[in-house]
């Protein structure tokens, strides 16, 4: 009996102490602007993107009169990691439409067709953009962003001569470091070995499967000699048979003819595959930061 008394004594004061600790901390308004924006920051921290992204919006849209260049990036970066990079891009038209004077949005949106592979269309609006962007940091941050996607469009010539242009006196001295190491990836590009289709497509027209072992595909050229052999001999054993009227003859004959040709063909093809795999290896290789 004593012992239940007890019990309940304790319960009594341990409910009491609770009420007064909590009497003192009024809870918490989770709908105050700041406490969205720990939220947002919080699921970004946590990798939810997505979710992320929703809460910085929830957070603009809280307060309609201030503009936060952080978590407009956020957002965008959130879309962009969340695996919804078009999100992103439509995120940010819409908000060019009500902000055109922001420089962040404008420049996040030419990053943002950079970073999907959507490279002309962000030279153009980078291009564009040129004269609205209010402030030297946006231009010469868009400028490399613009020679860069020069750089992955494997126009290195072009891209050689964008960096050239660049006062690196100018540039903060990390910018200048990256613009230079820049301009050395692109002069590598340009001299990078090439197989050229024209000389593939001669070799293997002058002897069939010898534009194949230029290309370093020994094994396709000795495919290509071993059925032209064999498609050459029963076309000639047909019309040795039964001379020009020879069905026989006429059959391997035209589809050793169409051999032939697809070996050129694939011979050019085979050139051209070669120097886009070694551009694409190349391309990998490039530790590419957008400004």
Not at 65 to 82: K, N, P, Q, W
Not at 102 to 115: D, M
Not at 118 to 145: A, T
């Amino acid at each position: 009996m004593i012992c239940r008394h007890a019990f309940f004594l304790a319960a009594f004061c341990s409910i009491f102490f609770t009420l007064i600790a909590t009497a003192d901390n009024p809870p918490i308004d989770y709908y105050q602007p700041e406490n969205i924006r720990k939220f947002a920051d919080y699921l970004y921290a946590q990798g939810d993107y997505l979710r992320a992204a929703g809460e910085y919006q929830r957070y603009l849209f809280s307060q309609p009169t201030a503009l936060e260049d952080d978590v407009l990036r956020r957002i965008a970066e959130s879309y962009r990691l969340g695996g919804q990079p078009n999100h992103a891009v439509q995120f940010l038209e819409t908000l060019l439409q009500t902000q055109p004077n922001s420089n962040l949005a404008r420049y996040e949106l030419g990053a943002t067709y950079f970073s999907i592979g959507q490279y002309d269309e962000s030279v153009r609006f980078l291009k564009k953009s040129q004269d609205l962007f209010q402030g030297g940091e946006y231009r010469w941050k868009s400028q490399i962003l613009i020679g860069m996607n020069t750089l992955m469009q494997k126009r290195w010539e072009s891209a050689i001569q964008h960096f050239d242009q660049f006062d690196l006196s100018e540039l903060p001295k990390t910018a200048g470091q990256r613009t230079s190491i820049y301009k050395r990836y692109a002069e590598d590009g340009r001299d990078l070995p090439s197989k050229s289709p024209l000389l593939a497509g001669f070799l293997s027209t002058a002897l069939p499967g010898s534009g194949r072992v230029y290309v370093g595909r020994s094994n396709d050229a000795l495919l290509t000699v071993f059925l032209l052999v064999v498609l050459g001999w029963a076309a000639y054993d047909g019309f040795s048979e039964n001379g020009v009227s020879s069905r026989k003859g006429w059959t391997f004959g035209t589809v050793g003819g169409i051999f032939y040709l697809g070996n050129v063909y694939g011979s050019v093809v085979a050139a051209q595959t070669h120097n886009r795999r070694t551009e694409a290896a190349f391309l990998a290789t490039i530790p590419l930061e957008i400004p």
